[in-house]
Protein backbone atom coordinates (compact mmCIF):
# COMPACT_ATOMS: atom_id res chain seq x y z
CA UNK A 1 0.00 0.00 0.00
CA UNK A 2 1.17 3.15 -0.59
CA UNK A 3 1.52 6.36 1.58
CA UNK A 4 0.11 9.38 -0.10
CA UNK A 5 3.32 12.38 1.44
CA UNK A 6 1.73 15.07 3.92
CA UNK A 7 -0.26 18.03 2.02
CA UNK A 8 1.81 20.81 2.78
CA UNK A 9 0.10 24.10 3.78
CA UNK A 10 0.33 26.57 1.40
CA UNK A 11 1.98 30.05 2.50
CA UNK A 12 0.26 32.82 3.56
CA UNK A 13 1.81 34.83 0.11
CA UNK A 14 1.03 32.36 -2.06
CA UNK A 15 -2.75 32.02 -1.14
CA UNK A 16 -2.85 35.69 -1.76
CA UNK A 17 -1.69 34.96 -5.09
CA UNK A 18 -4.03 32.83 -6.08
CA UNK A 19 -6.65 34.24 -4.41
CA UNK A 20 -5.93 37.83 -6.48
CA UNK A 21 -5.94 35.26 -9.77
CA UNK A 22 -9.41 33.47 -8.97
CA UNK A 23 -11.14 35.99 -7.61
CA UNK A 24 -11.51 38.36 -10.81
CA UNK A 25 -12.47 35.27 -12.41
CA UNK A 26 -14.62 33.50 -10.15
CA UNK A 27 -16.16 37.38 -9.96
CA UNK A 28 -17.00 37.14 -13.61
CA UNK A 29 -17.96 33.85 -14.31
CA UNK A 30 -20.91 34.13 -11.70
CA UNK A 31 -22.09 37.21 -13.08
CA UNK A 32 -22.00 36.05 -17.03
CA UNK A 33 -21.09 32.43 -16.79
CA UNK A 34 -18.08 33.16 -19.70
CA UNK A 35 -15.61 31.65 -17.85
CA UNK A 36 -17.46 28.00 -18.12
CA UNK A 37 -19.02 28.75 -21.69
CA UNK A 38 -14.71 29.42 -22.95
CA UNK A 39 -13.72 25.80 -20.82
CA UNK A 40 -16.97 24.49 -22.97
CA UNK A 41 -15.09 25.70 -26.26
CA UNK A 42 -11.50 24.96 -25.27
CA UNK A 43 -11.53 21.40 -23.38
CA UNK A 44 -13.61 19.26 -25.43
CA UNK A 45 -12.84 15.71 -25.77
CA UNK A 46 -11.26 15.33 -29.29
CA UNK A 47 -10.57 11.62 -31.51
CA UNK A 48 -7.05 10.44 -29.64
CA UNK A 49 -5.32 10.21 -33.16
CA UNK A 50 -6.20 13.55 -34.52
CA UNK A 51 -2.97 14.83 -36.22
CA UNK A 52 -0.73 17.66 -37.28
CA UNK A 53 -3.29 18.00 -40.46
CA UNK A 54 -5.76 18.90 -37.83
CA UNK A 55 -4.06 22.42 -37.15
CA UNK A 56 -4.02 23.71 -40.67
CA UNK A 57 -7.87 25.07 -39.20
CA UNK A 58 -6.12 26.65 -35.99
CA UNK A 59 -3.36 28.11 -38.68
CA UNK A 60 -5.10 29.85 -40.83
CA UNK A 61 -7.15 31.39 -38.07
CA UNK A 62 -3.47 33.18 -37.06
CA UNK A 63 -2.66 33.79 -39.93
CA UNK A 64 -6.28 35.62 -40.55
CA UNK A 65 -5.74 37.47 -36.60
CA UNK A 66 -2.45 38.42 -37.57
CA UNK A 67 -3.71 39.84 -41.00
CA UNK A 68 -6.55 41.84 -38.93
CA UNK A 69 -4.35 43.30 -36.43
CA UNK A 70 -1.41 44.35 -38.99
CA UNK A 71 -4.46 45.75 -40.92
CA UNK A 72 -6.24 48.25 -38.31
CA UNK A 73 -2.17 49.87 -37.34
CA UNK A 74 -1.83 50.20 -41.27
CA UNK A 75 -5.29 51.86 -41.37
CA UNK A 76 -4.20 54.22 -39.11
CA UNK A 77 -1.65 55.59 -41.35
CA UNK A 78 -3.05 55.22 -44.55
CA UNK A 79 -5.22 57.25 -46.85
CA UNK A 80 -7.41 55.73 -49.79
CA UNK A 81 -7.25 59.05 -51.88
CA UNK A 82 -5.81 58.74 -55.34
CA UNK A 83 -3.29 61.77 -54.88
CA UNK A 84 -1.93 60.50 -51.44
CA UNK A 85 -2.06 56.81 -51.31
CA UNK A 86 0.96 55.52 -52.88
CA UNK A 87 2.81 58.13 -50.64
CA UNK A 88 1.35 57.03 -47.06
CA UNK A 89 2.38 53.42 -48.05
CA UNK A 90 5.70 54.79 -48.85
CA UNK A 91 5.15 56.94 -45.33
CA UNK A 92 4.41 53.96 -43.39
CA UNK A 93 7.74 51.74 -45.36
CA UNK A 94 10.16 54.30 -44.76
CA UNK A 95 9.07 56.60 -42.06
CA UNK A 96 7.22 55.14 -38.94
CA UNK A 97 8.90 52.93 -36.53
CA UNK A 98 8.81 49.18 -37.74
CA UNK A 99 6.53 50.31 -40.68
CA UNK A 100 8.25 48.23 -43.17
CA UNK A 101 7.62 45.15 -40.92
CA UNK A 102 3.68 45.39 -39.98
CA UNK A 103 3.10 46.45 -43.78
CA UNK A 104 5.76 43.71 -44.32
CA UNK A 105 3.66 41.23 -42.19
CA UNK A 106 0.13 42.69 -43.83
CA UNK A 107 1.24 41.87 -47.25
CA UNK A 108 3.42 38.64 -47.38
CA UNK A 109 0.53 37.55 -45.03
CA UNK A 110 -2.10 37.77 -47.29
CA UNK A 111 -0.62 34.54 -49.36
CA UNK A 112 -0.09 32.77 -45.83
CA UNK A 113 -3.68 33.12 -45.49
CA UNK A 114 -4.73 32.58 -48.68
CA UNK A 115 -2.40 29.03 -48.89
CA UNK A 116 -3.14 27.89 -45.53
CA UNK A 117 -6.28 28.45 -46.58
CA UNK A 118 -6.20 26.25 -49.08
CA UNK A 119 -3.80 23.58 -47.33
CA UNK A 120 -6.47 23.67 -44.51
CA UNK A 121 -9.66 22.49 -47.21
CA UNK A 122 -7.41 19.96 -49.17
CA UNK A 123 -7.06 18.25 -45.37
CA UNK A 124 -11.12 18.70 -45.04
CA UNK A 125 -11.47 17.24 -48.94
CA UNK A 126 -8.85 14.50 -48.32
CA UNK A 127 -9.91 13.54 -45.16
CA UNK A 128 -13.58 12.91 -46.14
CA UNK A 129 -14.59 15.32 -43.48
CA UNK A 130 -17.18 17.15 -45.37
CA UNK A 131 -19.28 14.13 -45.40
CA UNK A 132 -22.67 14.28 -43.05
CA UNK A 133 -22.66 15.68 -40.83
CA UNK A 134 -19.84 18.23 -41.93
CA UNK A 135 -21.82 19.70 -44.86
CA UNK A 136 -22.89 22.55 -43.56
CA UNK A 137 -19.53 23.73 -42.10
CA UNK A 138 -17.79 23.12 -45.97
CA UNK A 139 -20.26 25.19 -47.10
CA UNK A 140 -19.50 27.75 -44.44
CA UNK A 141 -15.97 27.00 -45.73
CA UNK A 142 -16.70 27.74 -49.39
CA UNK A 143 -18.08 31.54 -48.31
CA UNK A 144 -14.59 32.20 -46.26
CA UNK A 145 -12.91 31.02 -49.13
CA UNK A 146 -14.97 33.36 -51.24
CA UNK A 147 -14.78 36.13 -49.07
CA UNK A 148 -10.90 35.47 -48.29
CA UNK A 149 -10.00 35.84 -52.23
CA UNK A 150 -12.39 38.74 -52.22
CA UNK A 151 -10.32 40.55 -49.58
CA UNK A 152 -6.88 39.83 -52.07
CA UNK A 153 -8.79 41.29 -54.22
CA UNK A 154 -9.94 44.63 -52.73
CA UNK A 155 -6.30 44.59 -50.87
CA UNK A 156 -4.57 44.83 -54.16
CA UNK A 157 -5.74 48.21 -55.51
CA UNK A 158 -5.27 50.28 -52.22
CA UNK A 159 -1.24 50.91 -52.89
CA UNK A 160 -2.36 52.69 -55.84
CA UNK A 161 0.74 52.27 -58.22
CA UNK A 162 0.99 50.46 -61.78
CA UNK A 163 1.10 47.01 -60.92
CA UNK A 164 -1.88 47.74 -58.44
CA UNK A 165 -3.97 49.65 -61.19
CA UNK A 166 -3.88 47.50 -64.05
CA UNK A 167 -4.20 44.33 -61.78
CA UNK A 168 -7.94 46.10 -61.04
CA UNK A 169 -8.46 47.22 -64.78
CA UNK A 170 -7.86 43.07 -65.56
CA UNK A 171 -10.02 41.88 -62.76
CA UNK A 172 -12.78 44.28 -63.23
CA UNK A 173 -12.89 43.34 -66.80
CA UNK A 174 -13.24 39.83 -66.48
CA UNK A 175 -15.82 40.27 -64.14
CA UNK A 176 -17.48 42.44 -66.90
CA UNK A 177 -17.30 39.38 -68.93
CA UNK A 178 -19.89 37.32 -66.89
CA UNK A 179 -23.33 36.55 -68.08
CA UNK A 180 -26.22 39.03 -67.55
CA UNK A 181 -24.77 40.16 -64.01
CA UNK A 182 -21.40 40.72 -65.26
CA UNK A 183 -21.79 44.37 -66.13
CA UNK A 184 -23.46 45.34 -63.27
CA UNK A 185 -21.14 43.89 -61.02
CA UNK A 186 -18.09 45.73 -62.96
CA UNK A 187 -20.06 48.89 -62.56
CA UNK A 188 -20.14 48.51 -58.85
CA UNK A 189 -16.80 47.56 -58.15
CA UNK A 190 -15.29 50.25 -60.78
CA UNK A 191 -18.07 52.76 -58.66
CA UNK A 192 -18.92 54.26 -62.25
CA UNK A 193 -17.57 54.10 -65.67
CA UNK A 194 -13.92 54.44 -64.76
CA UNK A 195 -11.95 53.31 -62.57
CA UNK A 196 -10.91 56.63 -60.40
CA UNK A 197 -11.31 57.79 -56.58
CA UNK A 198 -14.53 56.40 -55.89
CA UNK A 199 -12.96 53.02 -56.89
CA UNK A 200 -10.54 53.04 -54.48
CA UNK A 201 -12.62 54.45 -51.41
CA UNK A 202 -14.64 51.92 -52.46
CA UNK A 203 -12.26 49.17 -52.39
CA UNK A 204 -10.81 50.25 -49.24
CA UNK A 205 -14.16 50.04 -47.26
CA UNK A 206 -15.06 46.52 -48.41
CA UNK A 207 -11.32 45.62 -47.87
CA UNK A 208 -11.08 46.71 -43.91
CA UNK A 209 -14.72 47.05 -43.27
CA UNK A 210 -17.31 44.71 -45.08
CA UNK A 211 -15.48 41.70 -45.72
CA UNK A 212 -13.48 41.19 -42.58
CA UNK A 213 -16.69 41.79 -40.80
CA UNK A 214 -18.27 39.35 -43.09
CA UNK A 215 -15.14 36.93 -42.46
CA UNK A 216 -15.72 37.39 -38.36
CA UNK A 217 -19.10 36.48 -38.30
CA UNK A 218 -18.75 33.06 -40.56
CA UNK A 219 -15.55 32.14 -38.57
CA UNK A 220 -17.60 32.04 -36.03
CA UNK A 221 -20.44 30.12 -37.36
CA UNK A 222 -17.47 27.90 -38.44
CA UNK A 223 -16.11 26.94 -35.28
CA UNK A 224 -19.45 26.77 -33.49
CA UNK A 225 -20.29 24.45 -35.59
CA UNK A 226 -16.90 22.02 -34.96
CA UNK A 227 -17.68 22.23 -31.17
CA UNK A 228 -21.29 21.64 -31.59
CA UNK A 229 -20.05 18.33 -34.37
CA UNK A 230 -16.81 17.46 -32.79
CA UNK A 231 -13.57 17.20 -34.56
CA UNK A 232 -13.77 14.22 -37.36
CA UNK A 233 -10.96 11.49 -36.69
CA UNK A 234 -8.41 10.89 -39.59
CA UNK A 235 -10.09 8.22 -42.43
CA UNK A 236 -8.09 5.43 -41.09
CA UNK A 237 -9.43 5.67 -37.92
CA UNK A 238 -11.72 3.72 -35.53
CA UNK A 239 -12.53 6.06 -33.04
CA UNK A 240 -15.61 8.32 -32.69
CA UNK A 241 -15.11 12.05 -32.00
CA UNK A 242 -16.29 12.98 -28.50
CA UNK A 243 -17.00 9.60 -26.52
CA UNK A 244 -14.54 7.23 -25.00
CA UNK A 245 -12.48 4.80 -27.37
CA UNK A 246 -14.83 1.70 -28.38
CA UNK A 247 -14.75 -0.58 -31.01
CA UNK A 248 -16.37 0.65 -34.09
CA UNK A 249 -18.71 -2.82 -35.72
CA UNK A 250 -19.66 -1.83 -39.30
CA UNK A 251 -23.23 -0.78 -39.76
CA UNK A 252 -24.87 -1.24 -42.80
CA UNK A 253 -26.26 2.09 -43.18
CA UNK A 254 -24.81 2.80 -46.38
CA UNK A 255 -22.00 5.01 -45.96
CA UNK A 256 -18.95 4.67 -47.36
CA UNK A 257 -17.51 5.10 -43.86
CA UNK A 258 -14.52 7.12 -44.63
CA UNK A 259 -14.98 9.26 -41.61
CA UNK A 260 -17.38 8.88 -38.60
CA UNK A 261 -20.06 10.41 -39.38
CA UNK A 262 -20.75 12.60 -35.89
CA UNK A 263 -19.83 12.37 -32.50
CA UNK A 264 -23.37 11.84 -31.42
CA UNK A 265 -24.50 9.53 -33.79
CA UNK A 266 -21.15 7.34 -33.45
CA UNK A 267 -21.95 7.24 -29.94
CA UNK A 268 -25.14 5.89 -30.35
CA UNK A 269 -24.79 3.28 -32.45
CA UNK A 270 -21.93 1.68 -30.31
CA UNK A 271 -24.40 1.66 -27.78
CA UNK A 272 -23.42 4.61 -25.51
CA UNK A 273 -26.15 6.53 -24.11
CA UNK A 274 -27.95 9.48 -26.45
C1 LIG B 1 -10.80 31.74 -42.64
C2 LIG B 1 -10.81 30.48 -43.04
C3 LIG B 1 -10.96 29.27 -42.14
C4 LIG B 1 -10.71 29.13 -40.81
C5 LIG B 1 -10.13 30.18 -39.85
C6 LIG B 1 -11.06 27.77 -40.45
C7 LIG B 1 -10.90 27.23 -39.18
C8 LIG B 1 -11.19 25.92 -38.84
C9 LIG B 1 -10.83 25.27 -37.60
C10 LIG B 1 -10.05 25.94 -36.44
C11 LIG B 1 -11.30 23.99 -37.65
C12 LIG B 1 -11.14 22.89 -36.56
C13 LIG B 1 -9.76 22.28 -36.64
C14 LIG B 1 -9.45 21.65 -37.98
O1 LIG B 1 -10.16 20.72 -38.39
O2 LIG B 1 -8.50 22.12 -38.62
C15 LIG B 1 -11.99 23.84 -38.91
C16 LIG B 1 -12.65 22.70 -39.33
C17 LIG B 1 -13.33 22.56 -40.53
N1 LIG B 1 -13.25 23.41 -41.63
FE1 LIG B 1 -12.38 25.23 -41.59
N2 LIG B 1 -11.55 27.13 -41.56
C18 LIG B 1 -11.50 27.99 -42.62
C19 LIG B 1 -11.85 27.73 -43.93
C20 LIG B 1 -12.42 26.55 -44.38
C21 LIG B 1 -12.70 26.19 -45.76
C22 LIG B 1 -12.32 27.06 -46.96
C23 LIG B 1 -13.34 24.98 -45.74
C24 LIG B 1 -13.88 24.18 -46.90
C25 LIG B 1 -14.36 24.70 -48.01
C26 LIG B 1 -13.46 24.55 -44.37
C27 LIG B 1 -14.10 23.43 -43.91
C28 LIG B 1 -14.02 22.90 -42.65
C29 LIG B 1 -14.66 21.67 -42.19
C30 LIG B 1 -15.63 20.78 -43.00
C31 LIG B 1 -14.23 21.46 -40.86
C32 LIG B 1 -14.59 20.27 -39.95
C33 LIG B 1 -13.45 19.29 -40.11
C34 LIG B 1 -13.46 18.17 -39.11
O3 LIG B 1 -14.33 18.11 -38.26
O4 LIG B 1 -12.56 17.32 -39.23
N3 LIG B 1 -12.87 25.51 -43.56
N4 LIG B 1 -11.90 25.01 -39.63
Known amino acids: MTVAPPRRRKSAR ?17 RSGL ?11 VPGDTNWFHTLGSATLTAFLVQALTGVILAMYYQPDPNTAYQSINHITNDLTLGWLVRGMHKWGASVFI ?10 FLFGAYKYPRELNWIVGVMLLVFGMLEGFTGYLLPWDQTAYWAT ?84 DGRSGLTQPSARSGWRRNGGES
Open 14 to 30: RQRLEGAITYPIDWLEE
Open 35 to 45: IGGLRYFLFRK
Open 115 to 124: ILLFFHMARV
Open 169 to 252: VVGINLNGTAPILGPFLADFLRGGAEIGPDTLSRFYSLHMLLIPGAIFALIGLHLYLVVRLGVSSPPWSGQAAGSDYVEVTPTT
